[in-house]
């Protein structure tokens, strides 16, 4: 995960792209199967930027 500064300076923590090392703002789903990172475009599949403290 990279951290981010927004310009009102509160942290944002969003996770990176598992190829390419970007950070996701977000994610598009195609279908149940098809997923695409944003901003990079990278096709991830599901669950890839799940955080390690959330799968329990």
Do not use: F, K, N, Q
């Not at 981010?4 to 950070?23: Q, Y």
């Not at 977000?26 to 599949?45: L, M």
């Amino acid at each position: 995960m990279r951290e981010i500064v927004d310009r009102d300076s509160a942290s944002v923590s969003l996770p990176t792209c598992p190829h390419c090392g970007t950070p996701v703002a977000t994610v598009t789903s195609r279908g149940p199967t098809e997923h695409y990172a944003s901003p990079c475009g990278c096709r991830i599949r599901a669950g890839a930027l799940e955080r390690a403290e959330d799968r329990g």
